[in-house]
């Protein structure tokens, strides 16, 4: 385990097992002094270095044949604890990753539960970097060239040891809590673009479509200590992390790593925290630049950051209380044997996907008509409304519920808890492309998903949050 001290104002290094570290945690919130002063909320920040320590195949693009060959900017797993024991304590995870899978949430939550931690109080993000590690189970069917037995050990040994990384991380955060002021806002940064190309009406494409949707609100925390020293910042931006390209074979946060870095260094002792909005359908602009671009992206999220901090902001006097409920989303339709057996004579990701489908029925196992999906919300008081949403989510999802709900009381994200596949809207349905079908295939999944998603998705929001938020009737 590697942990840079700078970030960790913890006691992670004395608690070296387990048992030492839930005793941790539960001293951090309670034995600092007693009562909570009024209008502050106990938090604890960490963070613990989650590059990969071998060459390891990178995740997100399809055209790597081989592992990463160095690493650019170290990753991060970096946590916010909220809360005191006594009221159902909070934990937000930030992973540097193109994204996690359910059981690895799970798990985590297994393991903290003997902390205390209630699943719903549990949060992991992931920035969605395209330069980062692959894990099992995260876009099986991504590569044009399957990984062989040898690297596949790589990315399961790197799994494993991220799912106690994790863990540590969170215990370090829930024993770093003291009394500190919570304060929010939002602003606004424009370098996201619409990816999807048109033409009548239907997917084309990739490249920039100025008149498609995007989402450019930055919503920012604040976190201080009494005194008014900065300790920590959460961020969240709807752009895709995917500056770099498929040539840059090399381990990097992209626009969200740097950006982080940019914020830490302008404000000294102060971890920063990302997590990425409704950004299935909106890429990076320009891109082309490799890392003078991610710079200058980062660049234009730092300033906007500190531009917030310096103004004032709507104070947070209460630790998020959580609910979560996993969906079972339908697939339009499963693929019949006949047709699998077509895709099953194609040597890409496709026809692989389809001879593994083809075994499964040979076991006598049925094609899966649903997918699980979570989705979950945090509440601060009447203060702030925090929505996650499992997957790669298009911008339909943020705006609507902007639309429906008090958009200046909500905060969008997207790329939580699990990302198994995208989440398309009814619009982008109707345009059909990347995000409808062929993502699908990459992430191991049977077929699109139903029209009935994006109202399944909505209405859960809704029933999770507060009546309050509500602006329009249904």
């Avoid at 596949?152 to 215990?171: F, G, I, N, P």
């Avoid at 498929?246 to 870095?261: C, I, L």
């Avoid at 790329?415 to 982008?428: C, E, H, I, P």
Wanted: hydrophobic share 40%.
């Amino acid at each position: 385990m590697t942990v840079d001290p700078k970030h960790l104002r913890t006691t992670l290094i004395a608690c070296l097992t387990f048992a030492v570290m839930v005793g941790c945690a539960s001293a951090g919130a309670s034995g600092r002094g007693g009562a909570v002063p009024p209008g502050t909320v106990p938090v604890g920040v960490a963070a613990i270095d989650i590059t990969p320590t071998e060459p390891i195949r990178l995740s997100g693009y399809g055209d790597r044949r081989a592992p990463s060959d160095s690493v650019a900017q170290r990753l991060w797993a970096k946590a916010l604890a909220f809360g005191g024991d006594g009221g159902d304590p909070a934990v937000l995870i930030t992973v540097d990753l193109v994204g996690i899978p359910l059981s690895m949430t799970e798990e985590v939550a297994r393991r903290l539960a003997r902390a205390g931690i209630e699943r719903e109080q549990l949060v992991v993000s992931a920035t969605h970097t395209h330069t980062g590690p692959t894990l099992a189970g995260v876009l099986p069917g991504i590569f044009a060239e399957p990984m062989s037995t040898e690297q596949q050990a790589v990315v399961r040994r790197y799994s494993e040891q991220l799912v106690t990384k994790l863990e540590q991380v969170a215990l370090a955060a829930l024993a770093d809590r003291r009394p500190a002021h919570l304060g929010w806002s939002q602003g606004r940064v424009g370098f996201a673009a619409n990816r999807r190309v048109l033409r009548e009406g239907k997917w084309t494409g990739f490249g920039v479509n100025p008149e498609g949707p995007v989402d450019h609100d930055l919503p920012v925390l604040r976190v201080t200590d009494p005194g008014g020293a900065l300790r920590a910042v959460l961020l969240g931006y709807a752009s895709h992390a995917t500056t770099l390209a498929g040539k840059d074979n090399f381990v990097h946060g992209d626009w969200p790593g740097t950006a982080k870095e940019m914020i830490e260094r302008r404000h000294p002792g102060a971890v920063a925290l990302v997590t990425i909005g409704a950004a299935a359908d909106a890429n990076p602009e320009p891109r082309n630049g490799g890392v003078p671009d991610v710079l200058r992206h980062a660049t234009q999220i730092a300033d906007e950051v500190d531009r917030l901090l310096g103004a004032p902001l709507r104070p947070l006097t209460t630790a998020p209380r959580g609910r979560l409920r996993l969906l079972q989303l339908p697939f339009e339709r499963t693929p019949p044997r006949p047709e699998l057996e077509r895709r099953a004579q194609k040597s890409d990701a496709e026809g692989l996907l389809a001879r593994a489908a083809l075994e499964r029925l040979g076991r006598g196992e049925a094609m899966p008509a649903t997918v699980a999906y979570p989705v979950q919300t945090w509440t601060f008081g009447e203060e702030l409304a925090m929505v996650f949403l499992g997957g790669e989510v298009v911008v339909d999802y943020a705006r609507r519920l902007k639309s429906e709900l008090d958009a200046s009381r909500l905060w969008v994200n997207a790329y939580s808890n699990d990302v198994a596949f995208y989440v398309a809207s009814k619009r982008v349905m109707g345009e059909g492309g990347y995000e409808v079908d062929r993502s699908m295939l990459f992430y191991g999944q049977p077929a699109r998903l139903a029209p009935a998603t994006e109202d399944l998705i909505v209405d859960a929001v809704r029933a999770l949050l507060p009546r309050d938020l509500a602006r329009t009737a249904r």
